[in-house]
């Protein structure tokens, strides 16, 4: 079964660092998109980063919220990605959803899947 499982979101005070991982697993073909989208309480989900071609050289995009704080890596061999969070503030509490767009060779496929979620808190 092909899924997305996230870890590394917590609690955290303004000024700190936390890095979010997301591993695609499964029967898997090439990764197109791996990304990262947040939900704040009461808000609409919206996007925060994404790296393209995963599994080639990639190509990074930020939303202009994170552009400077954050930054998204991937790990080919493992089709993981990482978000690197920095100076966080209170406004990026959230829960963190990773976004991915594969082809799933048990479906013959091409899929959008979403993990299930970390949440990120940031307060003094």
């Known amino acids: 079964q092909v899924q997305l499982v996230e870890s590394g979101g917590g609690l955290v005070q303004p000024g700190e660092s936390l890095t979010l991982s997301c591993t695609a697993s499964?029967?898997?073909?090439?990764?197109?998109?791996m990304g990262w989208y947040r939900q704040a309480p009461g808000k609409e989900r919206e996007f925060v980063s994404k790296i393209t071609d995963v599994t080639k050289d990639g190509t990074t995009y930020y939303a202009d919220s994170v552009q400077g704080r954050f930054t998204i890596s991937r790990d080919k061999a493992k089709n993981t990605v990482f978000l690197q969070m920095n100076s966080l503030k209170p406004e990026d509490t959230a829960v963190y959803y990773c976004?991915?767009?594969?082809?799933?060779?048990?479906?013959?496929?091409?899929?959008?899947?979403w993990g299930q979620g970390t949440q990120v808190t940031v307060s003094s």
């Open positions: 499964g029967n898997i073909g090439a990764v197109y998109v």
């Open positions: 976004n991915a767009d594969l082809y799933d060779y048990d479906t013959y496929a091409r899929r959008i899947l």
